[in-house]
């Protein structure tokens, strides 16, 4: 077992270890500006991946299902779990309401979809890329109604859902599949050369995001809510998760890639929301930084687990 999770330490973390460092480094010693990389990420390669892997997916209706409904029900245990602790340790509504981003939005993008392309190759991609469009529109909608339930909009949501390059992209690409039709050779060699950038700028991104959140100043009333926070997303969620997964009858590729996607650490826009509607950001943003750490230890010892135990 032991010899198993360094291997799996090796082949899959150390990769992503990488590009990681790199963007920190940069960020701390070159003042590496995220803002033309973010807008990179989120117009051009996100779309890109999405498409290429959509549009080539090993993927059933059934997969889009289970998916969807493993997604709203796992979201949906996390909300009552994060209402549940937020009241027994009377937080404040700022302290609550980041508690309950660090609990419900897992950073499933810009890392978990590299780590599942090295831990379970394109097919292990092909079944999480319609787990990431899901995220993308939750977080868009009932994450800003978690951030901020005084302030949420329906219309503002929505159109903010839509004004999102890789919906349409993958619109696209359901439209092509359902057409039994493909791009040209010509765009769909460019589209893959596109995605294949998609890792090690968004890696990159990450390592620059976490050396700035590192600078944020937690105050004392909010410890509490800190190793709460921490103690939901490493050890709670991945149990929720699998419970989700068993009760929907999941199995193989698709559960292990959704169990470790819900085990994620902390998702980085989660402290966007938290700042732009007050929501403890100081909060989030070191269970961001610690989270993500601790996930280069307990990642490997899940995906060698699932790799095990399997249904």
């Known amino acids: 077992m032991i010899q198993q999770v360094l291997s799996t ?6 990769p992503l270890a990488i590009p990681v460092t790199a963007g920190a480094l940069l960020a701390r ?6 803002k033309p990389l973010l807008t990179l990420y989120l117009y051009f390669l996100t779309p890109a991946i999405i498409l290429d892997t959509l549009a080539n997916a090993e993927i059933s209706f059934g997969d889009v299902y289970q998916t969807i409904a ?3 029900l796992n979201l949906l245990l996390l909300w009552v779990v994060s209402l549940v602790l937020g009241r027994l ?8 309401a980041g508690l309950t981003l660090i609990s419900t939005f897992t950073n499933s993008v810009n890392y978990g979809l590299p780590l599942v392309l090295l831990a379970f190759g394109q097919l292990g991609l092909d079944k999480a890329s319609v787990y990431v469009i899901v995220q993308m529109v939750i977080v868009n909608t009932i994450g800003v109604y978690f951030a901020a339930r005084s302030q949420f909009n329906v219309k503002s949501a929505v159109k903010s859902v839509f004004a999102l390059p890789a919906v349409y992209a993958a619109l696209l690409a359901l439209l092509l599949r359902g057409l ?6 010509e765009l769909a060699s460019g589209v893959s050369m ?12 990450l390592g620059a995001q976490m050396v700035r959140v590192q600078a944020g100043h937690t105050e004392r009333n909010v410890q509490m809510a800190f190793w709460t926070g921490l103690s939901v997303r490493l050890l709670l969620s991945p149990l929720i998760a699998l419970l989700v997964l068993l009760l929907l009858n999941i199995s193989g590729t698709l559960f292990s890639v959704l169990l470790v996607l819900a085990s994620m650490p902390v998702a980085v826009n989660s402290v966007v929301l938290a700042e732009r509607f007050g929501s403890s950001p100081s909060l989030v943003s070191r269970c961001i930084v610690w989270t993500t750490l601790a996930s280069f230890l307990v990642l490997p010892v899940l995906i060698t687990a699932v790799g095990s135990v399997q249904p």
């Open 89 to 96: 340790l009377k937080l404040a509504p700022p302290e609550a």
């Open 9 to 14: 330490l090796v082949e899959v973390i150390v």
């Open 70 to 72: 493993f997604a709203l």
């Open 29 to 34: 010693y070159k003042n590496l500006d995220t």
């Open 194 to 205: 596109v995605a294949g950038a998609y890792s090690p700028v968004v890696l990159a991104i």
């Open 180 to 185: 039994g039709l493909q791009l040209p050779q």
